[in-house]
């Protein structure tokens, strides 16, 4: 009974101060959805005016496209790059230091350089592509529906591939060498370390990290709104971004509180679904 | 491939490992060479086709544009002031309720655990406006600490998930020992289990003030007034009120990108090292 309460003592500052900014905005916005700007209840009238709106399907398949074919390059770049830098060769430790650059830097600084680079006229990427005659011209990356969204991926790549390195390569460095001893022993080669050391090893690892991808994915505005904000011709709309706009810029607070319950239980849904598949996983997996 | 029966470590053959590496440097690094090289090139260099590499006239006239014309200087102690305390804030809330999270059984432990994960998981957007009006009547709006708070959203969860695991991972006879010694909980928690996990606290401190440094959204929605306006609505500010002065938008982000950069070079021996490994295995 002491022990029940001390540890309630513990936790209780940070449970006060999470309840206030996120308990409270969450029960609001459900209330927001169901009633009108007077305040008057209206029941589904809000959810049926956002469901009906034509940029809300392609928002949300946006937002799939954008979320599962970033953390798809994420974990694949971040688990080679790991290995990679677990390797010993001369000047390891200032090319771990640099691969965190982009994941460190500003989402909005990654935003209006990489913006700058695939500038139409004056970029240096289109200049490289060119130049070297992968592309016969100049691509407006930025404005053409059809490569507008796979350039958002890669920059979103670009910026959170480190964090999958750092955390996988974390997890590589506590295997113990025994393990590794027992396998050469065998007469294992490098490849076979990959496969049946390394990767089961830190299995639990890469799925705690594609978890926080797909929240980080849901959540991320910043590269989307600084580069297009939606656009060109909402080839580039995500859901965040769809709600933004509906409260801030159409200022319909109400019709932006249905589409975040439509959105948040879409993501809860998404996360429950992600980690019942993993409970059940680990007895497959050596 | 190489020779078991000396039990050398195997690995990949050098020359793949160098290619690989300097192929990540170079991804890594080639927005930022650009980005600097722009940020001191004339307005007639920027706009040439094709680009050229270097200038010929290199110029700081970009930097005093951004140091000396512009809001970016009280814009960059905005962002210091509300990161730093939002930082500290973050980590105080969070080293209790990890220790309460690591060590205790209650009631109700898993659900309030999964009710601060769930924190992260809020779509940001979706929470603003009922935010919006908390803050107005708590007076918080265009102030430090209506960000401060608010940034609790975006790094307590995750600083009390991190922390937790920390926490765990240090053996609980040490902790018995130190009671069976006289110590009391703080006494433990202070002398023993702190200092165990420094790379749980480095991380800690190096994620929140990265976040908090970076954050954009909550930042555009509740500090509208420059006197508490942070650098990344700064520089979304600058490209438009200079509509396309690249040159300028680029000194900016130099400017905004090195205190992050060299914060987390100087961290990173301990954000990154072993650490956990040596205090985890003994």
Known sequence: MDRNSTGLVFVLPALIVLAMLIAYPVAYTGLLSVTDRQGAFVGLTNFKAVLSARATPQAFWNTIWFVGGSIVFQVLLGTATAILLNQSFFGRGIVRSITLIPWVVPGIVAATTWAWMFHTEFGIINYMMTGSGIIPEPIGWLTNGNTVMPVLIAINVWKLFPFVAIMVLAGLQSIPNDLYEAARVDGANFWQEVRFIMIPQVRSVIVAVTLLLVIWGLNSITIIYAITRGGPANRTLITPIQIFRLAFESTQFNQAAALSVIFFAVALVIVIIYIRALASAPGEAK | ?282
């Open chain 2, 1 to 282: 491939m190489s020779d078991p029966s000396t039990l050398r470590r195997t690995g990949l053959p050098l020359p793949i490992t160098i290619v690989g590496a300097a192929l990540v440097v170079l991804i890594c690094l080639f927005p930022f060479m650009w980005m600097a090289v722009s940020s001191i090139k004339t307005l007639p260099e920027l706009y040439t086709v094709p680009p050229i590499w270097w200038p010929e006239t290199p110029t700081l006239g970009n930097y005093y544009k951004v140091l000396f014309e512009s809001n970016i200087p009280r814009y960059f102690l905005n962002s210091v002031i509300i990161s730093v305390g939002s930082t500290f804030l973050a980590l105080i809330l969070a080293i209790f309720a990890s220790y309460g999270f690591a060590r205790f059984d209650f009631r109700g432990k898993p659900l309030l655990q999964s009710f601060v994960l769930i924190g992260q998981l809020l779509p940001t957007a979706a929470i603003i406006v009922p935010l919006f009006i908390t803050l107005r009547v708590l007076g918080l709006v265009n102030t430090y600490w209506g960000l401060i708070l608010v940034y609790m959203i975006i790094t307590l969860p995750l600083s009390v998930w991190m922390l937790t695991s920390y926490f765990k991972a240090i053996p609980v006879e040490l902790e018995e020992a130190a009671i069976i010694d006289g110590s009391s909980r703080l006494g433990i928690l202070f002398r023993i289990t702190l200092p165990l996990s420094t790379p749980g606290i480095v991380a800690v401190v190096v994620y929140a003030f990265v976040t908090t440094w970076n954050e954009f959204v909550f930042a555009l929605c509740f500090a509208t007034d420059s006197s508490v306006k942070t650098l990344p609505i700064g520089l979304a500010e600058f490209s438009t009120e200079f509509n396309t002065d690249w040159g300028a938008v680029m000194a900016a982000s130099v400017v905004m990108t090195l205190p992050i950069a060299l914060l987390f070079f100087s961290m990173q021996r301990l954000f990154v090292g072993g650490l956990t490994a040596g205090a985890t295995k003994g």
